[in-house]
């Protein structure tokens, strides 16, 4: 899409100027662009489905289809709003359903350098990447972050994380894959990148979640600074594990080049943190890469996101998760803002003020 939308490309514009701004003052004027966006969203890629929009969001808004993505590249808002929930046929199984938790999943990202990345491409924002899935045994999410720092050496950074998240998302439709142990679909993912005639080479964080179905346990993997964050009722009851081995050095999984094995850092998928958490209906769950979590605070990620609980369309969840991200890549450029990789870096003595810029990528999924 080459078109140009005035209203989006005034939001485009307003957040080059949210970098100047302060932490409240971006969440008041993120909550007053969000039915902005959402309407200019919809009209402009002319989603499918029974969805009703006009200057307000309407609160009586029909679900939308169940497979709905958009993408507007003229300001590289960039976004994707699936449901990922299955139909019930029968007033049995509805009423099972009701019983059981199930997620209703968005994505919206940003590539740090946008020039670099000028198209949107599903699965990938940037050098992060990312998958959804829904299958008869279970639903399943997943980011990983490649390691820019590759770039040195000829290699692009975004290749392995892609594969490694495409890789998953294949696996989760394979007969033996076990719904209750993410952490082995990593390492199959993981092996089946190793077992490429043509070398993959990089390196990248990951955080997988599963939930199965007929089940309210979720099931989580992390590796490195990628995470998952669980809100309900206004509070974080849950969080995985960051692993650094020190300060901006994360846990990684990696294929060094020929020659450079002892030189890099390489942590195997059974280094992964483990999770397990029995999820309720109106649990907020945030799935995201650094760029995220190292420019906005948890408080603030809780303030915007408890408003979400219990939305099952998954447009108006949508205007969360763009919220989370355009407050990310605003901050990310702040030169001014104490953000949380910075307060880090203080605690290990580094000077490193402001945000951080980054690729940013946010998976939102409402317990519903």
């Keep these: ?14 957040a080059r100027t949210l970098a100047s701004s302060t932490g409240s003052q ?11 966006v959402l309407q200019e969203a919809m009209e402009s890629a002319g989603l499918r489905g029974s969805i009703e929009s006009n200057s307000s969001i309407r609160s009586s808004s029909r679900s939308a ?8 590249d003229s300001t590289h808002f960039q976004s994707t709003a699936q449901s990922t929930s299955t139909s019930q046929s029968t007033s049995a199984s509805a009423s099972l359903a009701s019983c059981q938790p199930r997620l209703v999943s968005v994505v919206c990202g940003f590539p740090k350098d946008i020039e670099m990345y000028p198209n949107y491409n599903k699965g990938q924002f940037g050098e992060d990447a990312w998958f959804r899935t829904s299958t008869s045994k279970a639903e399943a999410l997943g980011v990983a972050d490649g390691v820019g720092g590759w770039r040195v050496y000829g290699i692009d950074p975004g290749q392995f994380s892609r ?7 294949r696996l989760t439709h394979t007969h033996d894959f076990e ?6 679909l990593l390492a199959r993912a993981y092996c089946n990148l190793l077992e490429q005639k043509k070398p993959i080479l990089g390196s990248c964080t990951a955080c997988v979640l599963t939930l199965l179905r007929g089940s309210n346990t979720l099931y989580a993997a ?10 309900r009722d206004g509070s974080i009851v849950c969080r995985s594990m960051e692993q650094q081995h020190h300060f901006n050095t994360p846990f990684q999984l990696a294929v060094p080049p020929p020659g450079h094995e002892l030189n890099v850092l390489t942590d195997g998928p059974e280094c992964a943190a483990l999770l397990q958490f029995d999820i309720q209906c109106g649990d907020i769950l945030v799935l995201a890469t650094d760029g995220v979590y190292d420019n906005v605070s948890e408080e603030m990620l809780v303030r915007v996101l408890s ?6 369309d998954p447009v108006k969840l949508q205007t969360y998760a763009n919220s989370v991200a355009l407050m990310a890549r605003s901050l ?3 030169p001014s803002h104490d953000s949380p990789f910075s307060r880090n870096a203080r605690r290990h003595n580094i000077d490193a003020p402001g945000g951080k810029p980054d690729d940013i990528t946010v998976i939102l999924a409402s317990v519903v």
């Design 1 to 14: 899409m080459n078109q140009s939308y005035n209203s989006l490309t005034e939001v485009a514009n307003m």
């Design 307 to 312: 408003h979400a609980a219990g939305i099952s």
């Design 65 to 72: 289809t169940s497979s709905n993505e958009y993408a507007i």
């Design 163 to 169: 594969f490694l998240m495409r890789s998953c998302e």
């Design 179 to 184: 719904a209750t142990r993410p952490e082995q």
């Design 332 to 334: 990310s450029f702040n």
């Design 222 to 231: 992390n590796i490195g600074d990628s995470g998952l964050l669980v809100i």
């Design 26 to 36: 971006l969440y008041s004027t993120l909550m007053n662009l969000k039915a902005l």
